[in-house]
């Protein structure tokens, strides 16, 4: 099994404040890797050291290397976004673009210009909203305002929205955290679903949820990674301490 | 549980109240009573003809005549400027927001804007005028627009950069996780987001552009002729409130209170019409 996403050596600094310490970890390839750990243990900047969304926040200080396929995300030539349309994110909470629920999912398409007529838009349209499962409960009225959507509705279309850039790898921080209970499951079914074809990485605070997403799990504390291994394994035999205090629920 | 009526939070909340309400009443009445003045004094003057002629020999001494040439003159000149302070504010304000953020160098280009935004109109107006000088044109309907503009400019781009900054940070975000360029995140995200923003900050330019006296007294010039060159020189309401209000013949001054009535409903009518138009450009927008 080769890792998709390699992260060697890694330091990100918020201004003097250090956030990760030498991470250094491998992300399996179509699979669901989870990470987990207590609240500002780091798990939000390290999932967006993957799609370089770090240097968005003024005085970010980042050194070693993320690759993705074995190429450097960081290099000096790298197109930034290149590196975004290959690695999508799904954000906590919905985040619908000013536009109706049609050109939302078309707009990504439209930018890094994946089709050449407007009726391929439109079957691709079609196609990756069913793929986020939302086609039947938006069809007939695809040229309302994205807004108009259910908070639940917003986010598959937000998945849709990712997935039409026709990314590798597919990054949820807490994607779910702002759904209720069926939205939730809606989501977890559709990242089961596509997880042969997508590397996912999901940053999730719900135990259950992890176990029931996650092939791969990282465990972070205090910006360090304590412990990465195979899913079923970590959950029944964590080798650190730390590890099965947080599975045990001490903090 | 009991409400006291008097105790120190209550009386100090009362006190704010009043004092809001107050101040409130204030503005109220200053806006009624300019607008009574003028609409008492120059509804009257109001004819058919004050807005459909220019004036005629004598129109300064009370003979026939209308102010069809300041009204044009007005129009053009603050269309004019307006439109081209839309083409500098908006890339500065984008520009500020997208790519500088809150850098020091934002800063330092928002203190300017300010600085500019300050600067009292007939200073542009001198500063226009020596250019001018300098350059060896005559006053006319282009000079006055370019002047105009820069006045507009502070005043739009600080607008728009307000409404932008108050953008959630979330939206932007968004469209650049799917691998947009800034450019694109301008485009398609911020610009149709704030939109009705930004037609308000056009709006509130225009209004200055189109109420200014000093900018366009020495760029512009006046003239009794109807405009029909940029080259040329042409009149404008604030000036023509200014020499009709400034005769010692009573009808005369009756015809500057028309004059005002017209830049004030030409002022209200645009007002309106844009905000009509970015209610129903607002549909898209995420709230
Ligand atoms: N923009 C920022 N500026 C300064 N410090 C930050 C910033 N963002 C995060 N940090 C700090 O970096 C550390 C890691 O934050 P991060 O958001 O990655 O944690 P997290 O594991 O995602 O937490 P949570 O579970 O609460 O979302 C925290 O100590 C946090 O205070
Ligand atoms: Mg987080």
């Known amino acids: 099994m080769s890792a998709h996403i390699d ?3 890694l330091n990100v600094f918020y201004g003097k404040q250090q956030a990760l310490t030498n991470v250094s970890i491998a992300i399996p390839r179509q699979q669901i890797t989870v990470i987990m750990g207590p609240s500002g243990c780091g798990k939000t900047t390290l999932l967006k050291s993957f799609n370089r969304f770090l240097e968005l926040t003024d005085g970010t200080t980042i050194t070693g290397a993320v690759q993705v396929d074995g190429q450097n995300i960081y290099a000096g030539d790298v197109d930034v976004t290149a590196v975004r349309k290959r690695v999508g994110l799904l954000a906590q909470r919905p985040t619908p673009l000013p536009m109706s629920i049609y050109d939302n999912v078309c707009y990504g398409m439209q930018i890094h210009q994946m089709r050449t007529n407007k009726a391929d838009y439109a079957v691709a349209v079609q196609h990756y909203l069913e793929l986020a499962g939302l086609w039947e409960e938006v069809k007939t009225r695809l040229h309302e305002p994205a807004t108009s959507l259910s908070i639940g509705q917003q986010q598959r279309l937000c998945l849709a929205r990712g997935l039409a850039v026709e990314p590798e790898v597919i990054l949820g921080d807490e994607p779910t955290s702002a759904l209720d209970p069926i939205s939730s499951q809606h989501i977890e079914k559709r990242l089961l679903e596509l997880k042969n074809q997508y590397t ?5 605070h719900t135990l259950r949820q992890a176990k029931r997403l996650a092939d791969y799990v990282i465990f972070m504390y205090m910006g360090e990674v304590v412990e990465a291994g195979v899913a079923r394994e970590l959950f029944t035999n964590p080798q650190q301490e730390r590890t099965r205090q947080y599975l045990e629920g001490v903090f | 549980m009991r409400r006291q009526p008097w105790n120190r939070r209550h ?5 704010m109240q009043i004092a809001m309400i107050g101040s409130l ?3 109220a009445l200053c806006l009624g009573a300019i607008l009574w003045t003028i609409i008492v004094r120059g509804l009257p003057s109001l004819t058919w003809q004050m807005i459909s002629q220019a004036p005629k020999g004598g129109f300064y001494m009370g003979k026939a005549g209308g102010v069809l040439n300041a009204i044009l003159g007005s129009l053009y000149l603050a269309t004019g400027a307006t439109a081209l302070a839309i083409v500098f504010a908006l890339p500065i304000a984008l520009y500020l927001q997208t790519y500088l953020a809150t850098s020091g160098w934002a800063q330092l280009v928002r203190l300017a804007l300010d600085v ?4 009292p109109s007939i200073v542009y107006g001198a500063f226009g005028f020596t250019l001018m000088i300098v350059l060896g044109v005559r006053a006319s309907l282009l000079a006055g627009i370019i002047v105009l503009a820069l006045v507009e400019l502070p005043i739009m781009t600080r607008a728009m950069d307000e409404v932008i900054r108050r953008l959630p940070r979330d939206l932007a975000q968004a469209a650049l996780a799917l691998g ?8 398609r995200v911020i610009i149709p987001q704030t939109l009705p923003g930004i037609v308000t900050a056009v709006l509130l330019a ?8 000093a900018a366009v007294l020495f760029t512009a010039g006046y003239t009794d002729r109807i405009p029909t060159s940029l080259m040329r020189p042409t009149a404008s309401l604030p000036l023509a409130v200014f020499f009709q209000l400034g005769t010692p013949y009573p009808e005369v001054r009756e015809r500057g209170y028309a004059s005002a009535l017209i830049l004030t409903i030409i002022v209200l009518v645009v007002s309106f019409g844009s905000r009509w138009l970015a209610a129903r450009l607002q549909r898209y927008t995420v709230k």
Do not use: C, Q, Y
């Not at chain 1, 996912?200 to 999730?204: A, G, L, P, R």
């Not at chain 2, 009386?11 to 006190?15: A, D, H, N, S, W």
């Not at chain 2, 360029?181 to 485009?187: F, G, Y």
């Not at chain 2, 225009?206 to 006296?213: E, L, Q, S, Y």
């Open chain 2, 25 to 27: 009443v204030i503005v």
């Open chain 1, 7 to 9: 992260v060697t050596n």
């Open chain 2, 11 to 15: 009386l100090i909340e009362r006190i």
């Open chain 2, 180 to 187: 947009s360029t800034k450019l694109e995140v301008a485009l």
């Open chain 1, 200 to 204: 996912t990485v999901i940053v999730t």
């Open chain 2, 116 to 119: 500019l935004w300050g600067i």
């Open chain 2, 206 to 213: 225009f209004g200055r552009g189109i109420g200014d006296a």
